[in-house]
């Protein structure tokens, strides 16, 4: 297939395709973005729910070394977003992102779809570890029961903030580009605070050893973690669907990821340090919440504990809760587009409809619950990243491909996909080893994802072959013709 011929154009994400007041922070500005909104919305892209998600897995996985974890995820997702940049800056007619630049410099629709499906697999897979981390925040303040009825309370909270955000875009409520933009500064500032007075509680006001992690770094467990935790460092490739909104969309792209990944990993670092520093015991008993703990510790000698808690806890709630919102509405866009070029079943949703179509987003919604409920925070969080650990090595053997055809430092894409192969085989072989059913579920989902890809991609192919086979093992005269028409010896 030609690349100029069915090219998908992932840009159908973008704001002059989406309806006033959408969930872009683009959305409400009036303009085109600068560089200081093109930052925003990396950084909300990662820094959103994915700390609160992400850092208790890693942290069971890691223990203090954590903060190594989190710098060699951000190191890989930086080969990437180079890689995206300069495929982005060799011609106008290849910008998009990870689909466009299948199609445009492989040529291959299938392969395009497969990524595509990938990404939406991705989306969908953070959807419900936002959910679930959602879940485990809301249950742990102390007016909210463990269970309801016989039922845990978890996975119920869960549904009913899917089901909340569903409805929200469903009806078209969702913030202006303003708020958006608010909210992302509101959650780095309260991360940030809270590590800077984590640490200066524990180096001064109530000293104890802060523990970096230098002594578990000669190991392979911060790349396992790494890899666990590359879902937390994704969302500055929503800046690719927003190109028609941004201002010298190329040049700012490359200028805002370079400012916001490495601006991620400082937060996530600093907000690891001071939680293993402040909350040992809860790193280890109850990790997915530490956060929230080592937040009540600073309080504590002023009997403030229980405020501190709460802070972290509702800061949690506003994060992962405007990430999936967020996630569900980018994600419903995507898969409008999808459908739009075939690549999806015209079942998900109309895309000739204005906004994105109802049936897409209830379906992204029952797969996103369905996920929430039936895995666990860790297999949800591996799938995730698992999906972008793929799209983003593809991309990145793209760029080493196409190394010759513009400035390009082979080196950079180069690592990137060591990186990726590297995560994911060591992904796998942590979660073999230390986790084998959670490995059992990310693998048969991962089996069912290929083949269902397959199945859709190659159906043509595969109609093809079985009428093939059936007119060659059918003896004519004795059964039933292909297109189910009576035989002359049935007559």
């Known amino acids: 297939?030609?690349?100029?011929?069915?090219?998908?154009?992932?840009?159908?994400?973008?704001?002059?395709?989406?309806?006033?007041?959408?969930?872009?922070?683009?959305?409400?500005?009036?303009?085109?973005?600068?560089?200081?909104?093109?930052?925003?919305?990396?950084?909300?892209?990662?820094?959103?729910?994915?700390?609160?998600?992400?850092?208790?897995?890693?942290?069971?996985?890691?223990?203090?070394?954590?903060?190594?974890?989190?710098v060699l995820a951000g190191i890989v997702a930086g080969c990437a977003a180079y890689s995206y940049n300069a495929l982005n800056g060799l011609d106008g007619s290849n910008q998009g992102g990870s689909v466009t630049f299948v199609q445009s410099f492989v040529g291959n629709s299938t392969a395009a779809g497969m990524v595509g499906w990938t990404l939406l697999v991705g989306y969908v897979g953070s959807m419900a570890m936002y959910a679930f981390a959602f879940g485990e925040f809301a249950v742990g303040l102390a007016w909210v029961p463990d269970t309801i009825g016989a039922i845990p309370a978890r996975p119920l909270v869960s549904l009913g903030a899917i089901a909340g955000f569903l409805g929200l875009n469903l009806v078209g409520a969702r913030a202006t580009g303003v708020v958006e933009n608010a909210l992302v500064a509101v959650k780095i500032l309260v991360l940030l605070a809270f590590a800077i007075a984590g640490l200066v509680f524990a180096g001064i006001l109530e000293p104890r050893p802060i523990d970096l992690g230098i002594d578990g770094a000669v190991s392979l467990e911060p790349i396992m973690a790494a890899a666990i935790s590359f879902v937390a460092f994704q969302g500055w490739q929503l800046l690719f669907y927003d190109q028609e909104s941004i201002e010298d969309a190329v040049g700012t792209i490359r200028q805002a990821t370079a400012i916001a990944i490495p601006v991620a990993v400082a937060v996530y670092v600093l907000v690891a340090i001071a939680t293993v520093t402040l909350a040992p015991q809860a790193i280890t008993e109850n990790p997915h919440t530490a956060l929230a703990t080592a937040a009540g510790e600073i309080l504590a000698p002023w009997g403030l504990a229980w405020l501190g808690a709460l802070a972290i806890s509702l800061s949690a709630l506003v994060s992962t809760g405007s990430a999936i919102n967020a996630t569900l509405f980018s994600g419903g866009y995507f898969a409008k587009g999808m459908v739009n070029d075939e690549l999806l079943p015209d079942r998900v949703g109309d895309p000739s409809v204005d906004g994105v179509p109802s049936r897409t987003l209830l379906v992204l919604a029952v797969l996103t619950g369905t996920l929430t409920v039936i895995g666990t925070l860790d297999a949800i969080t591996a799938f995730a990243s698992l999906s972008f650990i793929v799209v983003f090595g593809i991309v990145s053997a793209i760029a080493v491909s196409h190394r010759e055809q513009a400035a390009i430092t082979a080196s950079i894409p180069a690592a990137g996909v060591l990186g990726t192969a590297g995560f994911l085989v060591l992904m796998l072989y942590h979660l073999y080893t230390a986790e084998f059913g959670t490995f059992v579920s990310v693998i048969v989902l991962a089996v069912l994802v290929v083949i269902v890809e397959l199945l859709y991609f190659e159906r043509a192919a595969i109609e093809s072959e079985i009428e093939q086979f059936e007119a060659v093992v059918l003896p004519s005269g004795d059964a039933t013709a292909a297109d189910g028409s009576a035989t002359d010896s049935e007559e």
């Open 1 to 70: 297939m030609s690349p100029s011929k069915g090219k998908y154009d992932d840009r159908s994400l973008s704001n002059s395709n989406q309806p006033e007041g959408g969930g872009s922070p683009s959305q409400g500005m009036g303009g085109e973005l600068g560089l200081v909104e093109a930052t925003s919305i990396a950084l909300g892209g990662m820094i959103g729910g994915g700390i609160y998600a992400v850092l208790g897995v890693v942290v069971g996985i890691t223990g203090p070394t954590v903060s190594l974890a989190f």
